[in-house]
């Protein structure tokens, strides 16, 4: 990697030593976001002896989505200890699931333990970041003005961090207030009022249980039916806490065998859909339990194959949803008025807040307009077709860029830091093949990307996937540019050492 010398066009004077966060500095890596996959490099890089890294971070705070989610019972889908950094685990999760606040507080305390403070610039949203090929750097400017060059940019700006709203007819002119799930408005009081919920997704069928008891009426707009299944969640004893604190190895044999337990899943999803078949049966007997009233029943009867979409976890949404206060709308929303909302049947339910939990641009986050390559068009341009990366992490035209949980990496079955930490030691691999053999500027090749590509669309074909619901997963023209299709292990081994091969340098 280079010496951390870039001189910058701006007149700013290069700072000295002690100025990490000056405007107008040059660093061997940039990091933008802080959330796990921005603070999980940064420890990574720290860790491994680079210590000339910034953290660009357009919140206050750390935390990712753990910070930005904080609606009414947000919790995690995924079990506590496998949601954690498998080099920071935390052997006092208060439940076997855990809830955002949580989350959020185990960020806090990484960065705390790990020293990552004096590397952090908090509100600084990255506004551009433009490859400058003969000065073989990144130049990034955040919205308050500040600039800097970078050997290296690594991105973890987060696949859902950017709320998406609908595109309902005059939403705009509702009179009350409207609100996304991931931008909780707090100050609005709900006890008493008639509340809206768009959307029955993840965050959607926490969210309900979340404020049925408190709202005087709730009505759940639901345009298709979730599977949902029981949440095995439970609070963690003392003892537990204490044995995982004296015997961590023991806390790592959990870990591996509900990281393996939850790898099983991957058959059924991706190679064998016929055997989704008895989780089918499974959520069937846990509406059915939980819902009495055949009419509303048959709303919550799912259309398409399990796993198609997120699976859902819950206990408590049903129970919430038959609840004498709540209605399921499952009519087309046709528009709002001030005080309404009208669906296609000519129904016009009056309402006094909108919740919106309608999900997040995923195939089309805002990042891929702001970061420029080595022929000055954005991520947005090169993926007019359709987006892709080699490996999730590296994209041709873009060199010496890395990104943490790009396209392709996601997951419906296990937890995202799994696939974050196999690219961590990727891209720790990348950045030692630089320093050892003084490489400057690394960019993948164009063909090693294409075939990547083409092996993981035929592999998505046949995946559960690909069963025929609309789902979050595939993009406006049906391609899959979101999921990795396979078990989370191939995915590690593949990354396990960097390829220089696939990348031409100079
Ligand atoms: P989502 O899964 O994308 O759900 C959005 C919901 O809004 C869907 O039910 C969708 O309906 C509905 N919707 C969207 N636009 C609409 C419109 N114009 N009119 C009516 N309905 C509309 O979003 P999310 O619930 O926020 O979850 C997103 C992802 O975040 C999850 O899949 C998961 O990966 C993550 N998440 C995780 C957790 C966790 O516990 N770990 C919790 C929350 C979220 P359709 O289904 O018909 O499209």
Not at 196 to 209: D, F
Not at 488 to 505: E, I, M
Request: net charge negative; proline share 6%; with cysteine.
């Amino acid at each position: 990697m280079g010496t951390g010398s870039k001189s910058n066009t701006t007149t700013t004077p290069t700072p000295t030593h002690g100025d990490r966060l000056a405007s107008g500095s040059h660093h061997r890596v940039v990091i933008i976001g802080a959330g796990f996959a921005g603070l999980g490099m940064a420890i990574q890089c720290q860790q491994q002896g680079i210590s000339d890294w910034v953290l660009l971070e357009k919140a206050d705070d750390v935390g990712g989505t753990w910070r930005d989610n904080h609606y009414p019972n947000c919790q995690c889908d995924v079990p506590s200890n496998l949601y954690s950094f498998s080099f920071a685990l935390k052997p006092d999760w208060s439940r076997s699931f855990g809830w955002a606040e949580e989350i959020h507080q185990y960020l806090q305390q990484c960065t705390q333990d790990f020293g990552l403070n004096p590397g952090i610039r908090f509100d600084s949203e990255v506004t551009a970041a433009q490859w400058d090929d003969a000065g073989s750097c990144w130049r990034i400017t955040t919205a308050d003005g500040w600039h800097c060059t970078a050997d290296v940019m690594v991105s973890g700006h987060g696949p859902l961090s950017a709320p998406a709203v609908p595109d309902i007819a005059g939403l705009d002119e509702f009179s009350g207030p409207v609100f996304h799930s991931a931008h909780w408005d707090h100050s609005v009081d709900l006890e008493g009022k008639k509340v809206a919920v768009i959307g029955t997704g993840a965050s959607s069928v926490q969210i309900v249980p979340g404020i049925q008891p408190e709202v005087d009426e709730l009505l759940v707009f639901q345009r298709s039916a979730p599977w949902v299944v029981p949440r095995p969640d439970r609070p963690v004893s003392e003892r537990r806490k204490a044995i995982y604190r004296r015997f961590p190895a023991l806390q790592r044999l959990v870990r591996q065998a509900i990281y393996w337990s939850r790898e099983l899943l991957v058959v059924p999803m991706a190679y064998r859909p016929s055997l989704l078949g008895a989780g089918e049966a499974q959520a069937r007997a846990h509406l059915a339990r939980q819902v009495r009233d055949p009419e509303l029943r048959a709303k919550l009867e799912p259309d398409y194959s399990m796993g198609c979409k997120r699976v859902l976890l819950s206990n408590d949404y049903y129970p919430a949803l038959a609840a004498d206060n709540t209605s399921l709308v499952d009519e087309r929303i046709d528009k709002v008025g001030t005080g309404s909302i009208l669906t296609a049947d000519g129904v016009e339910h009056e309402v006094d807040v909108i919740v919106l939990a309608t999900g997040f641009h995923v195939t089309d986050h805002p990042m891929a307009d702001r970061v420029r390559g080595r022929d000055g068009r954005t991520l947005n341009e090169h993926w007019s077709e359709s987006q892709s990366a080699y490996l999730g992490t590296s994209v041709t035209g873009f060199p010496n860029m890395f990104m943490i949980i790009g396209p392709n990496t996601g997951l419906g079955h296990t937890s995202m830091i799994v696939m974050m930490e196999a690219q961590f030691a990727y891209i720790l691999g990348a950045f030692d093949h630089m320093r050892r053999t003084g490489t400057e500027v690394i960019e993948v090749r164009p063909q090693v990307q294409r075939s990547f590509n083409e092996e993981l669309q035929q592999k998505l074909d046949g995946t559960v996937w690909a069963s025929g619901c609309a789902s979050w997963y595939l993009d406006d023209d049906g391609r899959n540019t979101t999921l990795w299709p396979d078990f989370t292990f191939r995915f590690r081994r593949r990354l396990a050492r960097f390829d220089p091969g696939s990348y031409t340098q100079r």
